[in-house]
């Protein structure tokens, strides 16, 4: 089989004509390049793999990343590969000038992303992590025996930084799974329409199984016999999805990331806590949580045993800060919590009587912001005792804790929740990742955060740069243009409430002053600290801006609105026409629940953008 598979790719007519790249590495990279096109569908009739734009940009990028591995010295070799190919097609008279250089152009131009792509660790599969480690040793890739050898002395290789098992184990799954598509796909192409080059795959090796070729296929890309050995008796190095049970976890919480967010790339808080014990293996731990969390969702459980994955996120989500049993007990009963203590830290005690007791009225009506009586109390006992029992049964596993009505999660219960929640792609940065983003990168990510999450990350990253005027000017600026003209605008400057104002340097405040969209809020600022400040820098929009965002506030009136527009030139039409122009969205919410049309604006007629789901979308489901 190994002779046989891709034989027709015109491989040997590419190096004949190729001189200066019949050395191995070249030959090695040709080999690949060329079966890679051929298995996409390119064309063959002039008996070479012919490239089009689109071609080589998936197969730097994509294919090549996937399942060749190549030594940074050896990386220059594909794009010169693809280049001269090229040039052969176009001597054959498949290929004009103009043609030609568009490719040649497509190639150097993704050249960058190719060698990005080659080193990333992302891009790791078992084999080519292997084949790198047994290359780097010195042994030889092209002998199956002496990769045999290499791998009988290294049972037990840890990943690399940055990886885990689980990780190498998901990339390996999905390539092997692209690859056994890209080849089915070819093999039926050409039994439909059969090319003049002949076949690229032959009956007898699809008998073999498309598994077993793609095999044979990767290992001419990474190290002969490599493949076959990590399915054979080298299966432990190379464990598969039987190996990692806690991944029906990170499903669970992939899930919960997307009923929050709708999308895996939204980034949750980092955690506030960088516990790190090498004592503690964290898929051990995963697994350890996961099977607690499994056996929770028997019938015979508790109220909310099978909500135990959705308390886990939610713990995380909301940075990872202390949680009430008594509130998350009384938004699953549907109590009229204010949303914006729905997500504010809970004092842990330094002890509690054993046993759970609901707090007191006065604690209960602090929590959840609303006037509570003794008969709620009463009637929200049996709820908050079963959610301290989900709590108890989860703190049996090390990795939550609760203390009197105060729950959260352990150092260890925050590292495993990170790796559960990475796992499966979603965005969970560390701390370090979120201080390197830039200015708008995290504004944008502390608009879907929790006030205490976002006032630690942002504070954070401020102390990361001196707090100095220029970074405070990038938040300020930030504020204001991202999202800019979308329904999230106004979440956007909200954020502005997340920062200290006292500790904001006078000179970045002074500097947003012409600001079209905060400039007023810096204004605000310098006042109140008795600062000199010049008011005729300000815009009318950023005015109009401050006032909206006041409006909108539940206090605030039409009574408000008249009276900011006493002193507006034009009254309270041309004030209502700077609103909606500077946020459509908040102004026709805000100015229509005050009975107020805004002109010539409607929802459907509003920019771009729409409502976003957010962290108040807290899940108030009942376990079944």
Known sequence: MAGTVLSNTGLD????????????????????????????????????????????????????????????????????????????????????????????????????????????PGNLTWQRWYASLLRADGADPADPAAVRTWLAAHDGVTPPDGLRRADLMNRTELADMVLAEALTSAYVREAEAPSPAGPLLSDGDVSHGVGKVAGRLVDRWTAEGLAGALAGPYAHLAPGPDAFPHLVLADTLLDEHLNYYEDSAVPLPPPPVEARDPQRSVEAGADLLAAAVEEMKSESGGLYDGEAAHLLYALYQRGSCAESVARRAAEFEDWPVDPRLEDAPVLVPAKAQDGYVVPPVDELSRLVGAPVTDDDRAGLEASARAMADTVDRLAGTGMVFRTGDAFGLTPWGVEVLHYLMRVRGVAAPDAAEAVAWDAPAVIAAAEGWSASAATRVLTEWLHARGDTDDAWAQLLAALGTVNAGTYEAADTRAVFGFLDPAAAPVEALRGALDDPVMGAYAYGVLRARGEPADETRVPLSARAVLILDRLSRRTAGRAVLDSAAEGWPGGVDALVKEMAAADPYRAERTLGALGVTVPGIGMSESRTGKPRARRRNRGKRRAR
């Open 13 to 120: 007519a590419f190096l004949d004509g190729t001189p200066e790249l019949r050395d191995p590495s070249s030959a090695r990279a040709a080999d690949a390049v060329l079966g890679l096109l051929s298995l996409r569908g390119a064309d063959r009739r002039s008996g070479l793999p012919e490239p089009t734009v689109h071609l080589v940009r998936h197969l730097l990028v994509e294919d090549v990343p996937a399942f060749v591995y190549a030594t940074p010295e050896e990386l220059a070799a594909y794009p010169a590969v693809l280049v001269a190919l090229t040039e052969r097609v176009r001597e054959a008279g498949r290929l004009n000038a103009k043609r030609q250089a568009r490719i040649v152009a497509a190639i150097e131009e993704t050249v960058p992303d190719f060698e990005r792509a080659m080193r990333d």
